[in-house]
């Protein structure tokens, strides 16, 4: 199962997020769950990084795939600091689009 996690500040902003496990829902290379959330995150990524300007953190188990941890550093300009949420938000709603189809598979939860 993945597994995601978005943690929250005080003022309800997204500051970072975890994503870990497998979705097992089908073989190797063609497992449609696995495949969306990946193409999710990782677009995440490069959308703060190009559109907000902004390197995040990023930790990640390349060799068995399977973890992403993501974060944003602060110190921001507002701009960015909008951005980088709609971008957040947006991952976050796309996450919750594919745990409903497959809710089997997929389990969110936000701290």
Not at 56 to 81: A, H, I, M
Request: contains cysteine; glycine residues 10%; hydrophobic residues 35%.
């Amino acid at each position: 199962m993945i597994k995601g996690t978005f943690k929250r500040d005080s003022s309800g902003r997204i500051t970072s997020y975890e994503i870990t496990g497998h979705a097992n829902a089908g073989e190797y290379g063609y497992d449609i769950v696995c495949a969306a959330v990946s193409v999710l995150a990782i677009n995440t990524v490069n959308g703060i990084d190009s559109l907000a300007g902004i390197e995040p953190t990023v930790q990640s188990e390349e060799e068995n795939g399977g973890y992403l941890y993501v974060e944003v550093p602060s110190g921001n300009t507002q701009e960015q600091s909008n951005i980088v949420q709609i971008l957040l938000e947006n991952l976050l709603l796309g996450m919750q689009s594919v745990q409903e189809q497959y809710n089997d598979y997929v389990q969110l939860e936000t701290t």
